[in-house]
């Protein structure tokens, strides 16, 4: 009798469904269809965040309940993010922002981006690496350090557009870092194979990370006191502490004592630029991108070239479209190799990569089959793990903001009562000399990490990024034609079936490299086969799974009613959340 109970309570749901339109269906299954969303979008109307952490959304929110705007709300849960998700960012790496300013209607982008070595030139380079043996900058090693950019880039932020006290946005980190706070379960599970890695690095990584020689278990409460006394440091003193004060002064000693490169002086002369962000139409949109050693052109190029087709027309994952998205970025990606790097050092010819002239040329490589022979069109003179943020205000100001160590936790050097390890961006700059990316001293470095904005007719519309390295531009382009193209929500669009084109051509090649074969397409499990064998009579290479493709969050602006409706990543820790 208790199994004829249970099924006369679910009768009446049954026969609901049965009697509701197929058409109707994914609104009640969200695994049917193309359409496929694991939760519904978060709606609010006076302010949203969406972190890859939880418990730093809830900073974020709590800065703007506390009357904080966008920007503040940004800054305090970047700062949380780096305490909470340290294998993905912290204040020892890089910062790209990109800001919609409500007061004065207007986009503007910040390059936070730290230079290599003012006194390590590229002969002495080279003699260093023939003494270690290495035909490349190694990841791990001191050589890779540039110049850490993220507070430079907060305060640059705070002193244009703050208006909260950096004492009221840094409390709550500075409470986590003394206090503690419980590992969330992805993040773990990338801790805990870090450290064995990285805790033998010169320097108080083990001290600093570990619990017992390990990352800490799900659940489990990671204090990290010094962090947290950085972050007094930067709340009571300002950039300068970090720049020019205490904390550049036990850097510049750590590395005159470990055999590291970077001076008190490249820390003194470093600054945030802000510079013209780089925009195209699509379809009516205006995408706005970083440009100079950041791969965001690459999402434009891709977009201008997609422009041409019908993809409403071919329709979301299906053979014909995956086929469009992957040989765009093959076109877009052999630019990225040749042209993409520090402005000061290189003149970037957007004129020509972001002209809608130049994207015809391109569209005609695109045949029936896959591409396996291609090079740049204009004449020239892979994974890491970032974390993405999005805020949203009352007043209408938006933030999207993408912060990174580059690999993981970076290179694992922790100078003692600092808190945080340094990055290895600087492993992503040619050799070759005549590459526009070629190292030299007191230059950027090429940046994987990119912000992503979108506008429609003079207002905000979404803001929108993931992480991922290499997969950042094919995510962006994903995202914002599962919105323009194929009608998706904000959440929908994020967790749609995701893919991914790797082999091309990188901008730590040489400059005569360019792509000899099809590479290889990785498409999510979820993947219909018959997708992947049609794709295969093309010519291209496809895996089911074994790749990485990215987490992102993205927050949406009704243009009439300014209700946002915020979404995060389902596949791990995400959350959005508004008030």
């Keep these: 009798m208790k199994h004829c109970a249970s099924f006369f309570s679910v009768l009446p749901v049954l026969l609901s469904v049965l009697l509701i339109p197929e058409a109707s269906l994914a609104q009640i299954d969200r695994e049917a269809g193309n359409m496929i969303s694991t939760r519904s979008e978060v709606i609010a109307q006076r302010g949203m965040v969406a972190t890859s952490q939880p418990l730093a959304t809830q900073v974020g929110l709590q800065i ?23 294998t993905g960012n912290g204040i020892g790496g890089d910062l790209f922002a990109i800001i919609w300013h409500e007061e004065s209607e207007q986009v503007y982008a910040l390059n936070a981006s730290g230079r290599s070595p003012r006194g390590l030139s590229y002969d ?93 278990e799900k659940g489990e409460i990671f204090k990290n006191p010094d962090l947290g006394n950085t972050f007094r440091l930067l709340a009571s ?20 004592e470990n055999g590291g490169y970077l001076r008190y002086e490249d820390f003194d002369q470093h600054e945030s630029e802000w510079v013209e962000p780089q925009t195209i139409n699509y379809r009516g949109y205006d995408v706005y991108q970083m440009g100079g050693n950041v791969q965001g052109t690459a999402v434009l190029q891709m977009l201008n070239i997609l422009e041409g087709f019908d993809l409403s027309e071919t329709g979301f994952a299906t053979a014909e479209t995956y086929h ?57 003179l892979e994974d890491g793990d970032t974390i993405y943020l999005t805020t949203a205000d009352k007043n209408g100001n938006m933030v999207s903001l993408i912060q990174s160590n580059f690999r993981g936790m970076g290179t694992g050097f922790v100078v ?63 995202l914002i034609t599962n919105v323009i193209d194929f009608g998706m929500n904000m959440q929908q669009a994020g967790d749609a079936l995701r893919w991914e084109h790797s082999g091309s051509t990188q901008p730590t090649d040489d400059v005569d490299d360019h792509l000899t074969d099809v590479g290889l397409v990785s498409i999510e499990s979820s993947i219909d086969y018959q997708v992947v064998r049609d794709l295969e009579a093309m010519g291209h290479d496809v895996q089911i799974g074994h790749s990485f493709f990215g987490r992102f969050q993205a927050i949406m602006r009704d243009l009439e009613t300014g ?17």
């Design 64 to 86: 703007l309940k506390n009357g904080g705007n966008a920007i503040d709300a940004a800054i305090g849960a970047n700062a949380a993010m780096g305490l909470m998700e340290p």
């Design 124 to 216: 002495e380079l080279m003699d260093i690496l023939e003494e270690k043996g290495e035909d490349d900058i190694p990841p791990y090693d001191l050589l890779s350090v540039s110049v850490p950019g993220a507070v430079d880039g907060w305060f640059t932020m705070h002193e244009r557009f703050g208006s909260a006290d950096m004492e009221d946005i840094l409390a709550e980190p500075i409470w986590y870092a003394e206090n503690g706070f419980p590992v969330s379960e992805a993040i773990s599970a990338s801790w805990r194979r870090s450290v064995p890695f990285l805790k033998d690095q010169p320097g108080a990584f083990e001290e600093t990370f570990a619990i017992d020689g390990e990352g800490p």
């Design 237 to 256: 003193e300002g950039r300068d502490a970090f720049y020019r004060g205490e904390i550049a002064e036990k850097i510049d000693t750590w590395m005159k």
């Design 324 to 380: 469009l998205f992957i040989e765009a970025k093959k076109l877009a990606f052999e630019d990225r190799a040749k042209h993409y790097a520090d402005p000061t050092f290189h003149e970037v010819p957007y004129d020509v990569l972001l002209s809608k002239e130049y994207a015809t040329e391109r569209r005609k490589l695109i045949g029936d089959t896959a591409r396996e022979d291609l090079t740049t069109g204009v004449d020239v």
């Design 416 to 478: 003692p009562g600092t808190g945080f390890s340094f990055q290895n961006r600087g492993e992503l700059f040619s050799l070759d000399p005549n590459h526009p990316n070629v190292y030299a001293p007191g230059k950027r470095p090429f940046h994987t990490i990119i912000p992503g904005f979108v506008m429609k007719d003079g207002e905000p519309f979404m803001t929108l990024g993931n992480m991922g390295g290499a997969y950042q531009p094919m995510g962006h382009v994903s």
């Design 563 to 579: 209700v946002y409706y915020g979404a995060s990543e389902s596949r791990v820790d995400g959350q959005a959340a508004g008030y």
